[in-house]
T-cell receptor
Framework: RKEVEQDPGPFNVPEGATVAFNCTYS??????FFWYRQDCRKEPKLLMS???SGNEDGRFTAQLNRASQYISLLIRDSKLSDSATYLC?????????FGTGTRLLVSP | DGGITQSPKYLFRKEGQNVTLSCEQN?????MYWYRQDPGQGLRLIYY???????QKGDIAEGYSVSREKKESFPLTVTSAQKNPTAFYLC????????????FGDGTRLSIL
């Protein structure tokens, strides 16, 4: 089993739609979780950290479910500019473990 | 502005040649990391350094070497022993603890001539 697993997509949604991604992780001792955004041929950029109680940043909401070992990212009112690959990241022993990413395509 | 600078942006390597990728940060971060990204794959950790003059192998260190003589600098050498070096190389840093988010440079694309 991979340490971090994501559905590669692509998720094709129209502008204004709500879309959600899930990510599962294998290490139950993991304490820190993040979502990064990566545009084509660019470096990953931190989108948001994921806190135990869930957290929101504008149109983005992140949730953590420790019992089932997954984290989620919800994007409301999708914009064309949200088209990117979203990377799930989990802190392991002395390193971060990156998922392969979920690709989102928002169309007009 | 503080940040991480990687150079060059594009690099070509001939067979049997060693090449060095530069990574400099002015964020005063203690920890620095090198990753490799291949198409359709996640980032894989090559080497990391949590303090000057010390570094650790990551998951795919074979064929690579690093040094950390200064806090600001963490160069990566891709040696001729790395038989499949074509990839996107990313350098990252954090203030110190591994459970903090990492900040990335804008990467170096390495290709074989």
């Amino acid at each position: 089993r991979k340490e971090v697993e994501q559905d590669p997509g692509p998720f094709n949604v129209p502008e204004g739609a709500t879309v959600a991604f899930n990510c599962t992780y294998s290490n139950s001792a993991s304490q820190s979780f993040f979502w990064y955004r990566q545009d084509c041929r660019k470096e990953p950029k931190l989108l948001m950290s994921v806190y135990s109680s869930g957290n929101e940043d504008g149109r983005f909401t992140a949730q953590l479910n420790r019992a089932s070992q997954y984290i989620s990212l919800l994007i409301r009112d999708s914009k064309l500019s949200d088209s990117a690959t979203y990377l799930c990241v989990v802190a392991g022993f002395q390193k971060l473990v990156f998922g392969t990413g979920t690709r989102l395509l928002v169309s007009p | 502005d503080g940040g991480i600078t990687q150079s060059p942006k594009y690099l070509f390597r001939k067979e049997g040649q060693n090449v060095t990728l530069s990574c400099e940060q002015n964020l005063n971060h203690d920890a620095m990391y090198w990753y490799r990204q291949d198409p359709g794959q996640g980032l894989r950790l090559i080497y990391y350094s949590q303090i000057v003059n010390d570094f650790q192998k990551g998951d795919i260190a074979e064929g690579y070497s690093v040094s950390r003589e200064k806090k600001e600098s963490f160069p990566l050498t891709v040696t001729s022993a790395q038989k499949n070096p074509t990839a996107f190389y990313l350098c990252a840093s954090t203030p110190g603890q591994v459970n903090q988010p990492q900040h990335f440079g804008d990467g170096t694309r390495l290709s074989i001539l």
